[in-house]
């Protein structure tokens, strides 16, 4: 199983004026930073947040975790989250690390610069069913009003051709009622999403980030995912009272995935339909436990 890191990112949608996430109905005051990448692959078509496998680069400066995120993350999108630092020293910089063997550890310290405040919030593991496997730590990052060598950045964003094929704003809850229809999205980010979703403003959710526990943020989530006899796709998640004994290979049936009663104890799990391009539409989270991550 591989080591990799995620970055949840949001901007206050104020800064965001003519992005994707402007546009629509929200009742959210800020957007996240979301990504398509090339090829389907093991993303399918679905929407995720920026990230990757975490390299030997990363390790002996911080947290790598950390480090893998910030660095996949401006790969990825150009978006260097960094205290503040002059914009000439970034451009020359970047144009640098861009032609260079320079590892990017390397680069912040030219530019002599630390990454913005990240939060631990979670960590998935893939299911034992996929051949490829990834132990990934989901970081929040919020670009907030005084962030101004990030605020700058935006609008500058742009997609790393071999790896991605758009970017995008989007605001929580205007995401999931994309999803809906048309927005397919993976379990760990339509998890996340939903606890988002929960926040109407970025300085809210900024405070309740400062509160995680990251003890709590380091438990693992291995969805089971199985199909019930409608077609819809349940992810279980621990602590659900369906959740199965790996060691005992459980076969779950109906009786285990249909829930009557969503209000009901013991349930962590989400209902969803599988798209035609990968992922999975119309997600429905239902969890009545405290065990796993962290309630935001």
């Not at 709590?216 to 004994?245: I, K, N, Q, T």
Request: glycine share 8%; with cysteine.
């Amino acid at each position: 199983m591989r080591s990799a890191a995620s970055l949840i990112v949001t901007a206050p949608l104020a800064a965001l004026a003519g992005r994707t996430a402007a546009r629509g109905d929200t009742a959210c005051n800020y957007g996240v930073l979301m990504v398509r990448r090339v090829g389907g692959g093991s993303f399918g078509g679905a929407l995720v947040f920026p990230g990757g496998v975490q390299e030997e680069q990363d390790k002996g400066h911080g947290d790598p975790h950390v480090a893998c995120a910030i660095r996949e993350t401006y790969e990825e999108t150009g978006l260097l989250l960094l205290t503040a630092a002059p914009p000439a020293l970034r451009a020359r910089a970047d144009a640098s690390f861009r032609v260079s063997s320079t590892s990017f550890r390397d680069f912040n310290s030219t530019i002599g610069a630390t990454a913005l405040r990240t939060h631990a919030l979670a960590r998935w593991t893939t299911p034992r069913a996929q051949q490829k496997r990834f132990d990934t730590r989901f970081l929040m990052l919020n670009i907030g009003d005084g962030d101004k060598f990030a605020l700058s950045q935006l609008g500058q964003e742009h997609v790393q051709a071999s790896e991605l094929a758009e970017l995008d704003w989007i605001a929580p809850d205007q995401a999931l009622r994309d999803n809906r229809t048309t927005l397919a999205l993976l379990p760990p980010q339509a998890y996340i999403l939903h606890e988002l979703s929960r926040f109407r403003r970025w300085q809210d959710l900024a405070r309740r980030a400062e509160l995680l526990d990251r003890t709590v943020a380091d438990r693992p989530m291995e969805p089971v995912l199985s199909r019930r006899s409608d077609g819809r796709v349940v992810a279980l998640f621990p602590g659900d009272r369906a959740y199965p004994d790996m060691q005992e290979n459980e076969r779950l049936g109906d009786a285990d995935l249909f829930c009557r009663e969503p209000h009901a104890p013991g349930l962590h799990r989400m209902e969803m339909d599988p798209a035609p391009a990968g992922g999975f539409l119309a997600t429905n989270l239902i969890r009545t436990v405290t065990y796993g991550q962290p309630r935001l």
